[in-house]
Structures are given as C-alpha cells and as structure tokens.
C-alpha cells in the first residue's frame, strides 16, 4: 500500500472519528471502501467512436446494405 494524505473539514474528519470507533474499524479502512465505491460509480467506458477526427463515416458498416444499393454494386 501506498500512503497518502487526504485533508477533511472538521465536521467528516468528526464523523468519520465516531464511525469508525462504533463499528471497530480503523479510519483509513472506511476512507479506502468510500474510495473505492466512489470510483467504482466512475468507471470511464469507451465511446463508439472512439475517434472523431479522420476515420470517415462512423455509420458506414450500419448502412452498407444501403450504400451498395445506391451504387448498384452487385447487380
């Protein structure tokens, strides 16, 4: 593990005091599992598409049927 230092205001540093004496847990181990389910609500997913800029149209493959009929491809 990696130490790091989190500054609180009076009040949440308070809290957490009280929460962790009433459930017998250490301070750091409440800080760590609100971390983690704070990042957890964060999770960053790709975006279709992923670039914007210099690939063509992103709908090509969704209206190829479309396009070829328009060239008459195939015919």
């Given at each position: 593990?990696?130490?790091?230092t989190v500054?609180?205001p ?9 929460i ?5 847990r250490?301070?750091?181990s ?7 389910k704070?990042l957890?609500n964060?999770d960053v ?5 992923l670039?914007t800029?210099g690939w063509?149209?992103p709908?090509l ?6 396009l070829?009929?328009?060239?008459g491809?195939?015919?």
């Amino acid at each position: 593990m990696i130490q790091t230092t989190v500054y609180l205001p009076d009040n949440l540093k308070q809290r957490l005091e009280k929460i962790a004496k009433a459930h017998n847990r250490t301070e750091a181990s409440i800080i760590r599992e609100a971390v983690e389910k704070a990042l957890d609500n964060h999770d960053v997913s790709p975006t279709v598409p992923l670039f914007t800029q210099g690939w063509g149209d992103p709908t090509l493959a969704e209206r190829i049927e479309e396009l070829l009929a328009e060239t008459g491809f195939g015919r």
